[in-house]
């Protein structure tokens, strides 16, 4: 959570304890990025005045960064979120099975 609050430039009683409570996740972090301390932050996720963008233009390249430099998900986010828990439980279970066509 407070790793989060960090990369958006934000503080951490801005994010709510259990992300999955949260009815719209999208809105919420555009919102949150609207108070970064963060130029950068606004300008890339913040959808530019006047648009009918729901994201900024580059919502999804930070969102990337924060997950691949930042974010702990065995750590800390599994145990805050039940619905990530269960798909990283999935994830680890699966097994793919190979057939051989013709076989």
Do not use: H
């Not at 801005?14 to 606004?42: G, Y």
């Not at 930042?70 to 994830?91: E, G, H």
């Amino acid at each position: 959570m407070a790793r989060f609050a960090d990369f958006l430039g934000v503080r951490a009683d801005r994010l709510p304890e259990w992300p999955d409570m949260t009815p719209d996740p999208k809105a919420f972090t555009v919102n949150l990025a609207q108070r970064s301390r963060r130029r950068d932050i606004r300008d890339d996720i913040v959808p530019a005045f006047g648009t009918t963008a729901q994201v900024g233009r580059n919502y999804v390249g930070r969102l990337m960064e924060f997950a691949t430099t930042s974010w702990q998900i065995d750590k800390t986010a599994c145990r805050r979120s039940p619905s990530l828990n269960k798909a990283m439980t999935a994830v680890q279970r699966f097994s793919p099975k190979v057939t051989m066509e013709g076989q």
